[in-house]
């Protein structure tokens, strides 16, 4: 019994022994390692407790739907917590979660109140978003080209290769400072050793200043100096070109490089590559790894096409379309919108997850702001139907015309079918009243 005691209160000691910081790190590597559930629980307790670092990622496990079920109005909640406490990169997730209106009333000033709150704190993700957001005068901020090119400067010093990149252009084109092409050449440098595939094409102009050859000419100096001293974004624009123009084995070989190298959207072309089987011997099972790889990395494309053989349970790919909603959602976060479609779909017809036709609409809606035409017409048919939604004719109509402009088969058949001659629905002319109705 003594020696029962002993053992607890040594393990007490050590557990006491063991630093919050020290707990939160151990929770993000088992995050990491797939074992969620038990990083939510080190982190919840001590988000309670007011732990900044633990409520931001119980936040992240709320928006990412790890370990705990997919809640973004909870996520949101916790950024704000750990945001009022001071903690930058809670503020620019809060930041652009107003921006976007993503589980929160979209509102410019509030994105910008807490983007800029996180600028301060020397994120140098919120300075890159304010700085676009400056020089496009977009989201609600006014064009300052100064204030841009401050925030950029900012960001780029921490070396984000996307602010470094865009610094280079305002040097290049003078907007918001005097033209200055030795610290555009300079940025631009910078940003193509840190992968920014952009600044690769940018340099090789610099170069080439009558663009005898182009930035697409695999004879371009610049490019191969670049994908020989080991840059994967040139490595992978190299060989994509030489693929193109039917030099299938360099091409290959310096795609396969770049892949080798970690760089996202290198292995999702040789992942394709290797699927197809006709430029390079065909390994379908090589190929789902290498897929699987550039979907980690966080490439969008490879996280859609990802989540579609799981989906469909195609190409060595086990059907399971559970893990196939997790990466289309993925790709979806981050612009996708084809994936911002097909999640629409899947919360539609209640697949890998249970139907709810408010989430249906609110991601067909996402994808129609990308005009994909088969979201555009779905929401035609929520609104003739009154699919969470009131049934609303005429707003179906505009859905209709607006699809048909996209090139929607369905859409032009069903308008051509409903119009009587001499009505026009779509031009604004006097129309019939009762809009199609599709299914």
């Known amino acids: 019994m003594l020696r029962t005691s002993v053992l607890v209160l040594l393990i007490g000691v050590a557990l006491s022994a063991c630093s919050d910081d020290q707990r939160i790190a151990r929770a993000v590597g088992l995050y990491q390692d797939g074992k969620a559930k038990e990083a939510v629980e080190i982190w919840r307790p001590l988000a309670g407790a007011g732990n900044l670092d633990a409520q931001y990622f119980l936040a992240t496990a709320y928006a990412e739907g790890k370990g705990v079920p997919r809640d973004r109005a909870q996520a949101n909640d916790m950024y704000r917590r750990a945001a009022e406490g001071g903690h930058a990169r809670a503020a620019y997730n809060l930041g652009i979660a107003y921006l976007q209106g993503d589980g929160l009333p979209a509102s410019s000033r509030e994105a910008a109140r807490w983007l800029t709150q996180s600028a301060d704190g020397n994120y140098a993700d919120a300075q890159f978003a304010l700085g676009v957001l400056s020089g496009d005068g977009t989201g609600g901020i006014p064009q300052d080209l100064p204030a841009a090119r401050s925030w950029l400067t900012k960001a780029a010093r921490q070396n984000h290769s996307r602010a470094q990149f865009l610094l280079g252009r305002l040097y290049l084109t003078g907007m918001g400072v005097p033209k200055n092409e030795a610290a555009a050449r300079q940025w631009f440098e910078l940003a193509a050793r840190n992968g920014e595939p ?16 182009g930035p697409q000419s695999s004879n371009n100096e610049a490019l191969r100096k670049a994908a020989t001293a080991g840059l994967p974004s040139a490595q992978h624009e190299l060989g994509s070109i030489l693929l193109r123009t039917g030099d299938a084995k360099g091409g290959g070989a310096w795609l396969k490089r770049a892949a080798e190298s970690g760089y996202g959207p290198a292995m999702f072309d040789y992942a394709v590559l290797l699927r197809d089987g006709t430029r390079i011997a065909r390994d379908v099972d090589a190929s789902a790894s290498m897929l699987r790889r550039a979907a980690e990395s966080g490439f969008a494309p490879a996280q859609y096409e990802l989540g579609r053989l799981l989906l469909e349970g195609a190409n060595g790919m086990p059907k399971d379309p559970s893990a196939a909603l997790g990466w289309m959602r993925k790709a979806a976060e981050r612009g996708d919108v084809r994936a911002e479609h097909a999640l629409g779909y899947l919360y539609f017809d209640g697949i890998g997850v249970d139907r709810n036709l408010n989430t249906a609409r609110r991601w067909f809606e996402k994808a129609a702001m990308g005009n994909h035409p088969e979201s555009v017409f779905m929401l035609g048919t929520m609104h003739a139907n009154g699919e969470s939604v009131t049934k609303d004719r ?29 009505e026009y629905p779509c031009t604004g002319a006097p129309r019939n009243n009762a809009a199609p109705s599709a299914r």
């Open 198 to 213: 952009d600044a690769v094409y940018q340099i090789a102009a610099l170069n080439d200043p009558n663009n005898r050859q």
């Open 394 to 422: 005429v707003k179906a109509t505009e859905y209709y015309c607006r699809a048909a402009a996209l090139g929607h088969d369905r859409a032009k058949a069903l308008i051509q079918a409903r119009t009587q001659p001499g």
